[in-house]
């Protein structure tokens, strides 16, 4: 199937990198979720994404196949106009940006949505949030309250919220005594040097936070984000696991609530599943495309469908510092979907006309149906 006319609804992204930012780094940490020197001096280059990417990028810029060249040649570009370029080639028409990392290297929600040609919305990173408001407050109880007011302040302004509680403690969002609350809040205060940002990672801490957000999403409709499976090299790939989340997807007070299981890679038969038996359940396939190879792509896809409904499934990039990365997502999701849909109608799953249905829901449809409609341009 050829999907490229299709637009994409791309419900989990990053801003771009500043200019002199993007113009002096190194091309390797595109390719890799590693941080560590050894890999991306020595290792990232030998992956089949960066191998696969370098000849995309080639053709793209018209240039030989090679890493050196292909960095003389975007170094050659205008950085706006290439952004703008690549979004219009890869039909990118909504993004949703998660603005909670590196604020001061990232162009803002404001800027995003001024410098590209597309309608960008903001989700709310409530670990990130709730560290910028902590300097504030004195006791967990007054930082928690200070939080929930904010987010139901916000709340008509954004597309969502997002919880990393994978990448720090793990996805089994326990229920935390206020003591137990209190007393990690205390340590956090007291670790934390005078100005600084403080990086929450105590668990009855970010449970509670995670808590607060969810009661505000269930009362305001907002979906919530959450970090599953591969991602940033601090998680424990065992807690992020999807299937923890079964605590939240059952809890009687969160009746309504729409969790977006984001990543899924290895987990996504686990979300699924839970996509499948659970009405509020929906998985993304971000990151596994384009970060794997074009095979294990190609059978995410299919996994993704084995047991959850095609109205649940949903592609974005989680693009983030390069236009080039919105662009290699946008190219393989529509290649793979594309490859795994006509397999679909050989085995006799769809029928044409029931392919093509599926492809314009997972790209597009199901977030913009997923997702508030309204489109505010915030700071």
Partial sequence: MNLTDIPIYDHHAHALLHEPLWRAGPIEPYFTEATDPLILQHFARDTLFFRRSMRDLAAYYGCAPTMDAVLEARQNQDYGDLARHMFQDARIDTVLIDDGVWPDRLWSVRQSADRLPCAVRRVLRLESEVALLAAEHDSAAGLLTALETHLRHLAPTLAGLKSIAAYRTGL???????????????????????????????????????????????????????????????????????????????????????????????????????????????????????????????????????????????????????????????????TVLGDALDLTVRDGDLSPQEADWAARRILHDNARDLYPSIVVRAS
């Fill in 172 to 334: 089994d969002i326990s229920r935390p005594t206020a003591h137990s609350v209190e007393a990690a809040f205390t340590v956090l205060k007291r670790e934390t040097s005078p100005g600084a940002v403080p990086r929450v990672n105590s668990k009855p801490l970010i449970d509670s936070v995670v808590w607060t957000g969810l009661r505000v999403a269930v009362d305001t409709g907002l979906p919530v984000q959450f970090h599953t499976g591969y991602g940033d090299p601090d998680l424990d790939m065992r807690l992020a696991s999807p299937l923890h989340l079964r605590g939240v997807l059952e809890a009687p007070e969160l009746r309504g609530l729409k969790v977006v299981m984001l990543h899924c890679y290895p987990y996504v038969r686990e979300a699924g599943y839970l996509a499948s038996v659970y009405g509020g359940a929906y998985l993304d396939l971000g990151l596994t495309i384009p970060y794997t190879s074009v095979t294990a792509m190609r059978t995410a896809t299919l996994e993704a469908l084995h047991l959850a409904p095609v109205t649940k499934v949903l592609f974005s990039t989680d693009a983030q510092r390069t236009p080039e990365l919105y662009w290699l997502a946008a190219r393989w999701g529509r």
